[in-house]
């Protein structure tokens, strides 16, 4: 992201403070702000929220930003739905840019604008008309009462052709934008729209904010098409990457570290119902790429709940490779057959269910061990196994784990380690890259303390990246991260912290720098001499890096006779070792 006054404009405005505190509670404590930290479950509070620096900071798991990486990181948003959200809060007018011009705004805007008005019209019918009574029925066989059903968003679709379509076009809004969401259709002769959701139960799909952005819809009656039906795909709903349940479970599942994903849009409601409030489940597909990246942004375990019977069982080992690829490693607890989550519980009690939870295996131990009982004996079926089960052993990144892995493998197989190797190795390397998944950001080089203190100082106390100013320190610099940090600084010293970050996505900075800024343990008035200090440090330490190098040269020319340099690398080291003696350590020769 680079510097956009008018993403300065928003931040400024933004109390920070105030959009944290509906998330945690927060105390007062002099200059900052502490609570427990929305990101994890803790118990004592290491969240720190400093206002007048704009940046929030965990000690405890390392969570910190500004307000954008606030918005992003608690309702799963990218930097331009960040930006347009807290615009839209602090009442600031987004100009046109790419991607998100006004009439791109306007066009999302009118789409959200249908669906929620769609929503309203579905669940006034759902507590109203009395087409809707089979609805309330239904309801009420699945021990939903009619509060709670509206509640969780439910609603009703009057068998009527054109009642949604007849409330949308009286309330002003746009049919087109109707038929784009899938709401309504054009009829195909005499012109006009008719409804598509006809005498069905509607559940109303929120993003993780909570905002209506589409429907799933289960026939009542007798129907030739699909019993479930969803809204159409758009610049508003993905049904590969919608996730149902999730605004209500966000607060559960980053208290607990623990999503519990089932198969279904009752499952969901029946485990809120009794309490399992981390539930959550997909638009009615098989689990996508989508789904486990955006799992893993909340929550540290993924615990499949589905069908115990092949169905069930199938899904969640079709799955396995997205959660692999996102680097998530889920569990797996099935079901006894013929049971649901709700009739588990009612039958044997929430305990029950938890115990379930808490007890499931590794995902993908759990599939080593079901085809190696599958396999059984023969050995043509053994090694097909083997074979099936090879993507999913050399998808693992970390090797220790591939070997432990590797390991588990043969003994459920009952073969020796060296052949599964020599299996896997046999195979054909891939270039092709998995799908959907996203490029890995190159591992941050460790900060000198030099540098990290340099980084530290200034984050506290800005002013003195004055100090900086004509001293090109960020090339005499190790951690690129850091160089860039203090380049921008040094260019730009009036600026401050958030201008100086506006081109570096790096998690480690951004933890020092957070953690830096919401630290008010240094002391101020040292802060020039620890500028001075760092300076000194730092090119001291790079004339080290150059008279060791020439040290080098020198050494292997004189190895191989080539004398005609020497004496001009001898001179130049010791050119050096006088500058670092004037920096106050020198180097013998």
């Not at 427990?36 to 206002?51: G, I």
């Not at 080098?552 to 001009?568: H, N, T, V, Y």
């Amino acid at each position: 992201m680079t510097f956009d006054p008018i993403v300065e404009e928003v931040r400024a405005r933004v109390n920070l403070v105030e959009l944290i505190a509906g998330h945690t509670d927060l105390k007062q404590a002099g200059r900052t702000w502490k609570g427990l930290c929305p990101f994890h479950k803790e118990r004592s509070p290491s969240f720190t929220v400093d206002p007048a620096k704009g940046f929030y900071h965990c000690f405890g798991c390392g969570a910190g930003g500004d307000a954008f990486k606030f918005a992003m990181e608690i309702h799963g948003l990218s930097f331009p739905e960040a930006l347009e959200t807290l615009a839209r809060r602090v009442g600031v007018e987004l100009p046109e840019r790419r991607g998100n011009t006004p009439r791109d705004r306007s066009r999302r805007r009118i789409l959200l604008d249908v669906t929620r008005a769609a929503a309203l019209f579905f669940r006034r019918a759902l507590k109203e008309d009395p087409r809707a009574e089979r609805a309330r029925e239904y309801l009420t066989g699945r021990g939903f009462s009619l509060t709670e059903a509206l509640g969780y968003g439910l609603g009703y679709a009057p068998d009527d052709w054109e009642s949604l379509a007849r409330h949308l076009t009286k309330e002003g809004l746009d049919l087109d934008a109707a038929r784009t969401t899938g709401l309504i259709a054009e009829r195909s002769r005499g012109g006009g729209h008719y409804d598509r959701f006809r005498d069905r139960l509607m559940f109303t799909i929120l993003d993780a904010e909570g905002t209506a952005i589409g429907f799933g819809a289960r026939a009542l009656g007798d129907v030739e098409g699909p019993k479930y039906i969803n809204s159409s795909d758009s610049e508003i709903f993905h049904k590969g990457r919608g996730v149902y349940g999730l605004s209500w479970a966000l607060k559960t599942i980053r208290e607990q570290g623990r999503a519990v994903v089932v198969e279904g849009y009752f499952d969901v409601l029946s485990l809120h119902q009794h309490g399992f409030t981390q539930a959550v489940a997909t638009l009615g597909t098989a689990l996508t790429p989508d789904h486990a990246y955006q799992l893993k942004r909340y929550a540290p375990e993924v615990v499949l709940l589905f069908d115990g019977d092949d169905a069930g069982r199938k899904a969640a080992w079709r799955a396995l490779p997205h959660f692999l690829a996102a680097d998530v490693r889920p569990r797996a607890a099935f079901l006894p057959s013929g049971e649901d989550p709700d009739t588990l519980v009612q039958k044997q009690g929430a305990p029950a269910l938890q115990a379930l939870l808490d007890a499931a295996p590794p995902l993908l131990e759990h599939v080593i061990a079901s085809r190696a009982r599958t396999a059984g004996a023969d050995p043509r079926a053994r090694g097909q196994a083997m074979r099936d089960l090879a993507p999913l052993l050399t998808a693992l990144p970390d090797p220790v784990e591939q070997d432990a892995t590797v390991a588990l493998a043969a003994r459920s197989f009952q073969v020796s380690e060296d052949s599964v190797r020599k299996m896997l190795a046999a195979r054909p390397e891939t270039t092709r890259a998995p799908e959907s998944v996203a490029a890995v950001p190159e591992p941050s080089i460790a900060m000198p303390p030099a540098e990290e203190a340099l980084v530290r100082v200034l984050v506290q106390q800005p002013g003195l990246a004055e100090l900086l100013v004509g001293t090109e320190l960020d090339r005499s610099m190790r951690a690129p991260i850091a160089a860039r940090f203090v380049r921008a600084a040094a260019q730009d010293p009036a600026a401050g912290t958030n201008r100086w970050l506006a081109d570096i996505d790096d998690p480690a900075l951004l933890r020092l720098v957070t953690g830096s800024a919401v630290d008010a343990t240094g002391a101020p008035e040292q802060g020039t001499r620890v500028v001075t200090d760092c300076i000194r440090r730092i090119q001291r330490d790079r004339l080290r890096d150059e008279v060791e190098a020439l040290a080098r040269e020198i050494s292997q020319r004189e190895s191989r006779g080539e004398i005609s340099e020497l004496g001009r690398l001898q001179q130049l080291k010791i050119e050096k070792n006088r500058l670092m003696l004037a920096l106050g350590t020198a180097r013998a020769g």
